[in-house]
C-alpha cells in the first residue's frame, strides 16, 4: 500500500547541479528517518545523506559540502540538491522511508526503484 518514487535524474556536466525528489504515497501514518543511497555498478550501495524525524541530517564524507537534503512536512517528499557534480556522482541513487502504516502496526523499509544520475561531459 506504499510507494516510493524517485524523480530528477538525469544526464550534468561535471560541476553542474542537479537536483532529486522522493515521494512516498500510500498509507502512511508516520515517516522515521528518510535517505538517500547510490549504488555505481560493480560497487555496493553506499549511504549519500539521511534526515531524521527531527530534522538533523547526516551527510557521507564524499558528499559533504555539496549536497544537501531536505524535505516538506513530514519528510515527504524528500530532496536533494546536488551541486558541484564530479564523475564518480555517477550512480543509480535510490530513496529509502522508515514507515508506519498505523499506529499499531510494525515499521517497514520502503525502498524506491532508482533514479539514474549520469555525470559526464
Known amino acids: 500500500q506504499v510507494q516510493v518514487v524517485e524523480s530528477g535524474g538525469g544526464l550534468v556536466q561535471p560541476g553542474g547541479s542537479l537536483g532529486l525528489s522522493c515521494a512516498a504515497s500510500?498509507?502512511?501514518?508516520?515517516?522515521?528517518?528518510m535517505g538517500w543511497y547510490r549504488q555505481a555498478p560493480g560497487k555496493q550501495r553506499e549511504l549519500v545523506a539521511t534526515i531524521t524525524s527531527g530534522g538533523s541530517t547526516n551527510y557521507s564524507d564524499s558528499v559533504k559540502g555539496r549536497f544537501t537534503i531536505s524535505s516538506d512536512n513530514a519528510k515527504n517528499p524528500l530532496y536533494l540538491q546536488m551541486n558541484s557534480l564530479k564523475p564518480e556522482d555517477t550512480a543509480v541513487y535510490y530513496c529509502?522511508?522508515?514507515?508506519?502504516?498505523?499506529?499499531?502496526?510494525?515499521?517497514?523499509?520502503?525502498w524506491g526503484r532508482g533514479t539514474q544520475v549520469t555525470v559526464s561531459s
Open positions: 529509502n522511508a522508515g514507515i508506519k502504516t498505523s499506529m499499531t502496526s510494525t515499521g517497514y523499509s520502503y
Open positions: 500510500g498509507r502512511i501514518f508516520t515517516i522515521s528517518a
